[in-house]
């Protein structure tokens, strides 16, 4: 069984910043992917930020330049810093895992952005 427990979300101001954190838990292997993605209201979700547990990233046009992805591999535990935050940024979002061809989810976080 494997858990995944964001934090981080909230309310912020345009221009402003927040850090996401994920906790995995459980059955944890050292080859998996860790990501972020978003789903606004009325949208699919998508991407936003992937990392591999060497550090290698990929992300979204979206979030080049503003949003930073981080992973601690020994607390199996993802960050995603978000700076220069914008209104089109409001969503939930969604802790990723994907390990052995499975993908898992957290419950996610909101993030609302004021305009």
């Known amino acids: 069984q494997v858990q995944l427990v964001e934090s981080g979300g909230g309310l912020v101001q345009a221009g402003g910043s927040l850090r996401l954190s994920c906790a995995a838990s459980?059955?944890?292997?050292?080859?998996?992917?860790m990501g972020w993605y978003r789903q606004a209201p009325g949208k699919q979700r998508e991407l936003v930020a992937t990392?591999?547990?060497?550090?290698?990233?990929n992300y979204a046009d979206s979030a080049k330049g503003r949003f930073t992805i981080s992973r601690d591999n020994a607390k199996n535990t993802v960050y995603l810093q978000m700076n220069s935050l914008k209104f089109g940024d409001t969503a939930v979002y969604y802790c990723s895992l994907t390990m052995r061809s499975r993908d898992y989810w957290g419950q996610g976080t909101q993030v609302t952005v004021s305009s």
């Open positions: 990392i591999t547990p060497g550090g290698a990233t």
């Open positions: 459980g059955s944890i292997f050292s080859l998996n992917l």
